[in-house]
């Protein structure tokens, strides 16, 4: 049990250092074409980066900061890509519910950096957000990105108080009837599309006949473990064994499915696992000992088969092709089937005066790596749950676990 404890830690503090550290491998894309490559200062958390810092080395102790009017653009290894923009872009607010009292067509030359959503041929998509708005581009090959333009604003005549003007509709049948692509199929989708970066990716793959694999999906994904299981077990309440408290290893078996869509929840993953494990818990006390009177022995033990259904939420603090880290939090609910119960009184087997209930929750906490996108090493926790008698006598349950998960089909 020390050894996991010790084992989560090591894992989650090195995870959590990197993570913080926000450098990762990357290059910059200088004005000449030319690159340098090194770590990039960069975390994803919605709003794009108006300046990117650079290093050459991680011990580099003070890093180069680029706007995007000095480079071409930059790449982090496998997580993102951007492009540097210079030019006019629409300055009202968009994200509901803060949003314009008026139409605001107001404009504003400015030099961002664009985040690169899709590339194809002829068409690639971008977005740029900020503590404004959300504004998304296109890119014909050959020339340079322009805005996809969309307004929302107050308007007490419409049905729900809020006026949508969709010009961005208009630009995209007009790019679909430039290529060839004005088929009535294009025609429907792009006038159900509402203006978020997957629904305009999917146009684009649509005028560019793009028959390839949508990274940008949800995915499902299966997987199989194995865990070494510590289960310690406490009794509490006015109960003979108060205090008391025991623990057992005994092997965890688990199948699940992993959901992921990366085109809302780039970091998050939603998973689901069922468990197999067992407990055995063995209470042994004395009572009455001293001068000529004997003591008395008792004794309480069980086992219990330990079906477990887990939802967790997972983050992925690093996430690239080749290797992942993630924390992972959940409600973890668990069925018990009691056997060889057994109350003895001087190795007497009396009536057992414990009723305890055969399901509890517990909230599990999760760290780990995943290798390849096939293998996850993972130490995990629970935090204490009790499971009570109507006597208020308690078992307070906390597992420790330290396994291995494989992914199928990846």
């Given amino acids: 049990m020390k050894l996991i404890r010790v084992a989560f830690l090591?894992?989650?503090?090195?995870?959590?250092?990197?993570?913080?550290?926000?450098?990762?491998?990357?290059?910059?894309?200088k004005l000449?074409?030319?690159?340098?490559?090194?770590?990039?200062?960069?975390?994803?958390?919605?709003?794009t980066p108006k300046t990117v810092g650079f290093k050459p080395e991680l011990e580099t102790v003070k890093a180069l900061r680029f706007e995007p009017a000095l480079i071409r653009g930059f790449e982090v290894t496998g997580v993102d890509q951007f492009l540097s923009f210079t030019g006019k872009v629409s300055m009202d607010k968009n994200k509901f519910p803060d949003v314009a009292a008026t139409l605001d067509s107001t404009t504003a030359q400015s030099s961002m950096f664009l985040r690169v959503g899709y590339q194809g041929m002829p068409l690639s998509v971008f977005e740029q957000q900020d503590q404004l708005k959300v504004r998304l581009f296109f890119m014909e090959a050959g020339q340079f990105p322009k805005e996809l333009i969309y307004y929302q604003f107050v308007d007490k005549n419409s049905?729900?108080?809020?006026?949508?003007?969709?010009?961005?509709?208009?630009?995209?049948?007009?790019?679909?009837?430039?290529?060839?692509?004005?088929?009535?199929?294009?025609?429907?989708?792009?006038?159900a599309a509402s203006f978020t970066l997957a629904n305009i990716v999917n146009i684009a793959r649509e005028i560019n006949n793009d028959q390839s694999k949508n990274v940008g999906t949800m995915k499902v994904g299966l997987f199989a473990g194995i865990a070494v299981n510590t289960v310690r077990t406490k009794m509490r309440g006015p109960t003979i064994f108060?205090?008391?408290?025991?623990?057992?290893?005994?092997?965890?078996?688990?199948?699940?499915l992993d959901i992921a869509d990366d085109r809302y929840l780039r970091n998050f993953m939603f998973r689901l696992e069922a468990a197999y494990t067992a407990n055995q818990s063995r209470f042994y006390t004395k009572d009455g000992a001293g001068g000529t009177v004997a003591p008395v022995e008792y004794r309480y033990n069980f086992n219990q088969s330990l079906v477990t259904v887990t939802p967790q939420i997972i983050y992925h603090l690093i996430n690239r092709q080749h290797i992942k880290a993630f924390i992972g939090i959940g409600l973890n609910m668990t069925y018990a089937k009691f056997s060889n119960v057994e109350f003895l009184?001087?190795?007497?087997?009396e009536d057992e005066p414990y009723k305890f209930s055969n399901s509890w929750l517990l909230f599990p906490l999760?760290?780990?790596?995943?290798?390849?996108?096939?293998?996850d090493i993972f130490v995990d926790y629970t935090l204490p749950a009790t499971n009570a008698t109507a006597e208020l006598i308690k078992l307070r349950y906390t597992n420790y676990?330290?396994?291995?998960?494989?992914?199928?089909?990846?």
């Fill in 10 to 29: 090591a894992l989650l503090f090195p995870i959590i250092t990197h993570a913080q550290s926000g450098y990762k491998p990357g290059y910059i894309i």
């Fill in 32 to 47: 000449n074409g030319d690159t340098l490559k090194g770590y990039i200062n960069y975390s994803q958390r919605g709003i």
């Fill in 159 to 191: 049905g729900n108080g809020v006026r949508n003007v969709e010009l961005y509709k208009d630009t995209l049948l007009a790019i679909a009837q430039k290529y060839n692509n004005n088929s009535s199929k294009i025609s429907r989708d792009v006038n």
């Fill in 242 to 256: 108060e205090g008391q408290s025991t623990s057992y290893t005994f092997p965890r078996l688990s199948i699940g």
């Fill in 345 to 349: 009184r001087n190795q007497k087997a």
């Fill in 366 to 375: 999760q760290a780990g790596v995943t290798l390849n996108k096939k293998v």
């Fill in 401 to 410: 676990g330290m396994g291995v998960h494989y992914h199928f089909g990846k």
